[in-house]
């Protein structure tokens, strides 16, 4: 019990209810407190005041990263504010079955951690007194009378993970229920099924190769013609209804937390850069909570974060090491503690609008209850690089700006994109968040949502990150995303009369299409070409009994389609990059008829390792082409009190040159003379 021995005169003033009760507060401010104590001068706490205005922090957080208070005194000024106590979980470890009963993920979540339980109270210390109360209602009945203790954010993180950490990554590897999981996939069944296929298609065009060819053909032909056919319901569809509105920013619309993770894996080139890119976000500091989630073993990524002074509104988050390591698999376990009802998520490479945060907020506060996740689009800010670079442009423009939307007007299932995904929290939670087992983890959330009732809205904001400019990191990543394709498929056709039933016929059947069909275009892709043999009067296998059976004109037929559908392609192509930022890309568009083909290569990748190595993640390396743009990263947004020495630029570290943009841009900002006497140096860094 020495831990309490300052409860003191709180005790004695604490008003017992029918319920969990607190003491009441010191009215002094917390500033009052610190100079009081004489822990910091009068001076100091304006300045920490000034620097507060503008970031949007707390008062201590401030003070503890200009290091003119230490933790210690911060807890015992908090201690004497709310009339408690500090405790050190290190010294005084919680009680794990309260931890238990609370649920380790709302701890971390809310900052709480459920310590003892003494002559029927039960004490938890919160590193956010101000916050305690709203919590009170959300806390197990069991608890009965409640009193609060305090401790810092780090103490509570070691705290719950000191009993929960094995627990927590189990929960994040099972958060999917198994029926609609890869994880719960018959490996050796598979493995079998596709020597069966395999050696019955070879054996087929052994001893009947015009029926085996013929039937590939016309599956070929079919999903190619349900592709086109529903590339051009979706642009049809987009073109009617128009760009999403965006809500005007107003009062009546409340900011509020903002959770991001952004998932960084062997980043030796990244981690730095990042900080930068995100320091241009316009949204309030103090509503702003960016998580970097490494794996604990990733060296390169801890190499690269060294002496990285990271922003009070980043934190790093280590993902204890498992059977498998996967992007999914690492944000099923840091969302544990994002603080925001929304959550987020960009790439390592990205650059997302300044005002992109402000968009989701306005865009949830006035969506319906039943909208689970926004979609931004993605762009790329190094289309010039090389050819590869350019189709990939174009390609990424006709998917975001006129096919996704268009798919998502017509009331399908919308495959989510790796990043910009914004969700509502609690849905996503419903829903078991991300299967771990899954290398497209995105597509198979957004089919989930869609069984569940939930729809996806696609977002006017855009997030810039890096091409894939080389050949084969751009078939290792499309074999990825067929790959998991694939398995997605696979997973949810378990069980089609469930799927249909939850799905409906219209979504069904456009699931088949988009995912089944689009997979078997890449994979027959060879067959399809193989017709331009016939249109040039050469021989082909199908030609004899194609004229026999039903005449000449089906060549033609034929031919027809073909240049019918890459016309469409074409088009689409055309519309989605004929604005300003891209329009240098229109003469490329056609060129698409030769960038597809890697396709091919890529799934039949695929396919093999659906059979050999169905959860290895093949990693798309990230920091090939250095953006010029990124040696400054101005915009700055108020309040950004450290930036990473990233670089030099004339012979001054990039942090300076970003603190001195910073404070001209302050300076700019407020009209009048400056104040007589300038904010000490630590409070300017």
């Given at each position: 019990?020495?831990?309490?021995?300052?409860?003191?005169?709180?005790?004695?003033?604490?008003?017992?209810?029918?319920?969990?009760?607190?003491?009441?507060?010191?009215?002094?401010?917390?500033?009052?407190?610190?100079?009081?104590?004489?822990?910091?001068?009068?001076?100091?706490?304006?300045?920490?005041?000034?620097?507060?205005?503008?970031?949007?922090?707390?008062?201590?957080?401030?003070?503890?990263?200009?290091?003119?208070?230490?933790?210690?005194?911060?807890?015992?000024?908090?201690?004497?504010?709310?009339?408690?106590?500090?405790?050190?979980?290190?010294?005084?470890?919680?009680?794990?079955?309260?931890?238990?009963?609370?649920?380790?993920?709302?701890?971390?979540?809310?900052?709480?951690?459920?310590?003892?339980?003494?002559?029927?109270?039960t004490w938890i210390a919160t590193a956010r007194p101000d916050r305690f109360t709203d919590l009170l209602h959300r806390l197990p009945r069991s608890f009965g009378h409640v009193r609060m203790l305090l401790c810092t954010e780090a103490q509570i993180e070691a705290g719950v993970l000191?009993?929960?950490?094995?627990?927590?990554?189990?929960?994040?590897?099972?958060?999917?229920?198994?029926?609609?999981?890869?994880?719960?996939?018959?490996?050796?069944?598979?493995?079998?099924?596709?020597?069966?296929?395999?050696?019955?298609?070879?054996?087929?065009?052994?001893?009947?190769?015009?029926?085996?060819?013929?039937?590939?053909?016309?599956?070929?032909?079919?999903?190619?013609?349900?592709?086109?056919?529903?590339?051009?319901?979706?642009?049809?569809?987009?073109?009617?209804?128009?760009?999403?509105?965006?809500?005007?920013?107003?009062?009546?619309?409340?900011?509020?937390?903002?959770?991001?993770?952004?998932?960084?894996?062997?980043?030796?080139?990244?981690?730095?850069?990042?900080?930068?890119?995100?320091?241009?976000?316009?949204?309030?500091?103090?509503?702003?909570?960016?998580?970097?989630?490494?794996?604990?073993?990733?060296?390169?990524?801890?190499?690269?974060?060294?002496?990285?002074?990271?922003?009070?509104?980043?934190?790093?988050?280590?993902?204890?090491?498992?059977?498998?390591?996967?992007?999914?698999?690492?944000?099923?376990?840091?969302?544990?503690?994002?603080?925001?009802?929304?959550?987020?998520?960009?790439?390592?490479?990205?650059?997302?609008?300044?005002?992109?945060?402000?968009?989701?907020?306005?865009?949830?506060?006035?969506?319906?209850?039943?909208?689970?996740?926004?979609?931004?689009?993605?762009?790329?800010?190094?289309?010039?690089?090389?050819?590869?670079?350019?189709?990939?442009?174009?390609?990424?423009?006709?998917?975001?700006?006129?096919?996704?939307?268009?798919?998502?007007?017509?009331?399908?299932?919308?495959?989510?994109?790796?990043?910009?995904?914004?969700?509502?929290?609690?849905?996503?939670?419903?829903?078991?968040?991300?299967?771990?087992?899954?290398?497209?983890?995105?597509?198979?959330?957004?089919?989930?949502?869609?069984?569940?009732?939930?729809?996806?809205?696609?977002?006017?904001?855009?997030?810039?990150?890096?091409?894939?400019?080389?050949?084969?990191?751009?078939?290792?990543?499309?074999?990825?995303?067929?790959?998991?394709?694939?398995?997605?498929?696979?997973?949810?056709?378990?069980?089609?009369?469930?799927?249909?039933?939850?799905?409906?016929?219209?979504?069904?059947?456009?699931?088949?299409?988009?995912?089944?069909?689009?997979?078997?275009?890449?994979?027959?892709?060879?067959?399809?070409?193989?017709?331009?043999?016939?249109?040039?009067?050469?021989?082909?296998?199908?030609?004899?009994?194609?004229?026999?059976?039903?005449?000449?004109?089906?060549?033609?037929?034929?031919?027809?389609?073909?240049?019918?559908?890459?016309?469409?392609?074409?088009?689409?192509?055309?519309?989605?990059?004929?604005?300003?930022?891209?329009?240098?890309?229109?003469?490329?568009?056609?060129?698409?008829?030769?960038?597809?083909?890697?396709?091919?290569?890529?799934?039949?990748?695929?396919?093999?390792?659906?059979?050999?190595?169905?959860?290895?993640?093949?990693?798309?390396?990230?920091?090939?082409?250095?953006?010029?743009?990124?040696?400054?990263?101005?915009?700055?947004?108020?309040?950004?009190?450290?930036?990473?020495?990233?670089?030099?630029?004339?012979?001054?570290?990039?942090?300076?040159?970003?603190?001195?943009?910073?404070?001209?841009?302050?300076?700019?900002?407020?009209?009048?003379?400056?104040?007589?006497?300038?904010?000490?140096?630590?409070?300017?860094?």
């Amino acid at each position: 019990m020495s831990n309490l021995s300052h409860w003191g005169a709180a005790d004695q003033t604490t008003v017992i209810l029918n319920g969990p009760t607190l003491a009441p507060r010191d009215l002094r401010r917390l500033g009052e407190i610190f100079v009081n104590e004489g822990l910091i001068t009068i001076d100091r706490l304006e300045a920490a005041k000034s620097i507060k205005q503008n970031t949007g922090q707390k008062l201590g957080q401030v003070l503890l990263e200009q290091g003119w208070i230490t933790a210690t005194q911060l807890a015992h000024a908090l201690s004497r504010q709310w009339r408690t106590t500090a405790i050190d979980p290190d010294q005084s470890p919680a009680d794990p079955r309260l931890v238990d009963a609370a649920g380790a993920g709302f701890c971390l979540t809310h900052g709480l951690l459920p310590w003892r339980r003494i002559g029927g109270v039960t004490w938890i210390a919160t590193a956010r007194p101000d916050r305690f109360t709203d919590l009170l209602h959300r806390l197990p009945r069991s608890f009965g009378h409640v009193r609060m203790l305090l401790c810092t954010e780090a103490q509570i993180e070691a705290g719950v993970l000191a009993s929960s950490r094995t627990r927590l990554i189990r929960e994040a590897e099972l958060r999917v229920p198994a029926a609609e999981s890869c994880r719960s996939r018959n490996q050796a069944r598979t493995a079998r099924l596709a020597w069966i296929v395999m050696l019955g298609v070879i054996a087929g065009l052994i001893l009947l190769p015009t029926l085996v060819v013929g039937a590939l053909a016309f599956w070929a032909i079919l999903t190619l013609l349900t592709q086109s056919a529903l590339k051009l319901a979706a642009f049809l569809a987009a073109r009617r209804a128009g760009p999403q509105p965006v809500p005007e920013a107003g009062a009546d619309v409340p900011l509020p937390v903002i959770s991001v993770m952004v998932p960084l894996f062997q980043e030796s080139d990244v981690a730095g850069k990042l900080v930068a890119r995100l320091a241009r976000l316009t949204y309030p500091r103090d509503r702003t909570d960016i998580l970097l989630v490494i794996e604990a073993s990733d060296d390169v990524t801890e190499r690269a974060l060294e002496g990285v002074r990271l922003p009070h509104w980043m934190r790093v988050i280590r993902v204890p090491d498992g059977p498998i390591k996967t992007k999914p698999r690492a944000l099923n376990y840091a969302l544990n503690f994002c603080r925001g009802e929304i959550v987020g998520i960009w790439d390592a490479e990205d650059r997302p609008d300044p005002d992109q945060l402000h968009v989701v907020a306005r865009r949830f506060h006035h969506a319906p209850a039943d909208v689970a996740c926004l979609q931004g689009a993605l762009d790329f800010y190094n289309p010039r690089t090389n050819w590869l670079a350019r189709c990939f442009t174009v390609e990424y423009a006709g998917w975001f700006r006129v096919l996704l939307p268009g798919v998502a007007r017509l009331g399908l299932v919308v495959p989510l994109g790796g990043t910009t995904l914004f969700f509502r929290r609690a849905l996503l939670e419903r829903v078991g968040a991300w299967d771990a087992w899954n290398v497209t983890e995105d597509a198979d959330l957004g089919v989930r949502l869609a069984r569940r009732g939930y729809r996806t809205e696609i977002i006017n904001t855009t997030t810039d990150e890096e091409a894939n400019c080389r050949t084969l990191p751009w078939i290792k990543q499309r074999s990825r995303w067929l790959k998991g394709y694939a398995m997605t498929w696979a997973v949810h056709m378990r069980d089609p009369a469930a799927l249909h039933r939850d799905l409906g016929a219209w979504r069904f059947w456009g699931f088949q299409v988009q995912f089944l069909g689009a997979l078997s275009q890449y994979l027959l892709a060879p067959i399809l070409w193989s017709f331009w043999l016939m249109a040039l009067a050469l021989p082909h296998p199908l030609r004899p009994p194609l004229e026999a059976g039903i005449g000449p004109w089906i060549i033609t037929a034929l031919f027809v389609t073909f240049v019918a559908s890459e016309a469409l392609s074409i088009f689409i192509g055309m519309r989605a990059v004929r604005g300003a930022k891209h329009r240098h890309l229109l003469p490329w568009v056609p060129t698409l008829h030769l960038y597809y083909p890697l396709g091919c290569l890529a799934g039949w990748k695929a396919i093999y390792e659906v059979v050999a190595k169905p959860f290895y993640w093949d990693k798309t390396a990230h920091g090939l082409y250095l953006e010029a743009a990124e040696a400054l990263p101005a915009p700055l947004a108020p309040g950004l009190v450290s930036i990473p020495v990233l670089g030099q630029i004339g012979g001054r570290s990039l942090s300076e040159v970003a603190a001195e943009l910073q404070d001209s841009a302050q300076a700019a900002s407020q009209p009048g003379p400056p104040p007589a006497e300038p904010l000490p140096e630590q409070a300017r860094a």
